[in-house]
Every structure is written in structure tokens, then in C-alpha cells.
């Protein structure tokens, strides 16, 4: 509910601008990048993904930039709609683990 | 939310007393999880499922215990809930190994 965005960095953007949304992942031997949208009261939803040997991929309104050299993953949303405010999550994996990891996640805030 | 369901959505219980929760699904995956999100901690595995009966730790397992007896269903069961439990509990499933997550909507759970 509204506890998951206690405590994390916020993004505040006017609708209708684009937002860019970063994240910093730990381990260099991941290969597998994804970003999960949290609205308030449900579980975590997939966005958008891109995998290690791309560094840039696009969906509807949304592009996610990968950076293996400093680590660095974004998550860009093109014109904001007062329906992109959410928790935003990056999450990695790597080749021989199984398990995804999770960031702790930027909290996005559309201001009408 | 794609063929996966928490049970209970809400609960509170005593400390001490057992506590179980309980996710299905109807994707037939292999791979399921047991999630909690706390603020400021962000999603934490509790513990994991590569298949029926074969379970695993996560990263938070103290107090916790899991069990898959058939593919669609996923136990996770408090034996002595402790209010440092209170907590949102996410299931998640997976079909293979490195693929993004399809989570429930939570189970938020408070021990009283």
C-alpha cells in the first residue's frame, strides 16, 4: 500500500513531461535487467526488459538504457500521465543465478 | 493478475500464533517465490521453489517455512508469528530460470 513508497527517492515531474528514472545495480556478471512498475495496494508489474548484450531498448512510452561500464540502468517514460505514478523498481540477474535482485526503488510523482 | 492468486488479501493475527499463506497459480511455471516488502527494504526472497518439493532459502528465511506439494500451490507458513513479521508478502512466479516475475497482489499481514 502506501507504505512501499516510505523512504525512497522521489521524482517529481509535470505531466506531459518525460521522466527518467536510474538505478544502480550490483553485480557486473548480471546479464538480465528488468523494470517493474508498484502502484499503491498491488503487486509489483512488468515494464519493460533488456538483457546484456543491448544497451538500449524501446516499448510503448518507455525506453530502459543500459550502461554495463559504470553499471547503470534508466528507465525513461515519454510524455508522463498522472497514471505512470508508481514505485518504480530495477531488478538483475545473472547467468548462473537464479534468483532476480531487487532495488529498493524511485518513487514517481505526476503533477497534473 | 496473469493467472496467480494470493490467499488472504488481509490478515491479522497474534503474536505466536501460526500463520499460513497461500499462493496459486494457473500458469503451470516451475519456478515460484515468497517476496515481503518492508519500507526502506524494498522486496527481499524469503524462499523459492524450483519445483514440487524442491524448495530453497532466500535471503530472509529466519521464521519462515515453505512447502509445494503440486505445481499450482505454494505454503508459506509463520510458525510463531513475531511482529517484526508484520510485513506485505508478495508470491511470485516464474517459468524458467532467467525471465522476468509475475507477482500476486499481496497478502498484508499484521501481527498484533
Known amino acids: 500500500g502506501e507504505s512501499v513508497g516510505l523512504h525512497l527517492p522521489t521524482l517529481s515531474v509535470q505531466e506531459g513531461d518525460n521522466s527518467i528514472i536510474n538505478c544502480a545495480y550490483s553485480?557486473?556478471?548480471?546479464?538480465?535487467f528488468i523494470w517493474y512498475k508498484q502502484e499503491s495496494g498491488k503487486g509489483p508489474q512488468f515494464i519493460i526488459d533488456?538483457?546484456?548484450?543491448?544497451d538500449k531498448r524501446q516499448g510503448q512510452r518507455v525506453t530502459v538504457l543500459l550502461n554495463k561500464t559504470v553499471k547503470h540502468l534508466s528507465l525513461q517514460i515519454a510524455a508522463t500521465q498522472p497514471g505512470d505514478s508508481a514505485v518504480y523498481f530495477c531488478a538483475e540477474q545473472g547467468r548462473s543465478q537464479g534468483n532476480l535482485i531487487f532495488g529498493k526503488g524511485t518513487k514517481l510523482s505526476v503533477k497534473p | 493478475d496473469a493467472g496467480i492468486t494470493q490467499s488472504p488479501r488481509h490478515k491479522v493475527t497474534e503474536t505466536g500464533t501460526p500463520v499460513t499463506l497461500r499462493c496459486h497459480q494457473t500458469e503451470n511455471h516451475r519456478y515460484m517465490y515468497w517476496y515481503r516488502q518492508d519500507p526502506g527494504h524494498g522486496l527481499r526472497l524469503i524462499h523459492y521453489?524450483?519445483?514440487?518439493?524442491?524448495?530453497d532459502k532466500g535471503e530472509v528465511s529466519d521464521g519462515y517455512s515453505v512447502s509445494r506439494s503440486k505445481t499450482e500451490d505454494f505454503l508459506l507458513t509463520l510458525e510463531s508469528a513475531t511482529s517484526s513479521q508484520t510485513s506485505v508478502y508478495f508470491c511470485?512466479?516464474?517459468?524458467?530460470?532467467?525471465?522476468?516475475?509475475?507477482f500476486g497482489s499481496g497478502t498484508r499481514l499484521t501481527v498484533v
Open positions: 521453489s524450483y519445483g514440487v518439493k524442491d524448495t
Open positions: 533488456i538483457r546484456s548484450n543491448m
Open positions: 511470485a512466479i516464474s517459468g524458467t530460470s532467467n525471465y522476468g516475475y509475475t
Open positions: 553485480n557486473s556478471a548480471s546479464d538480465y
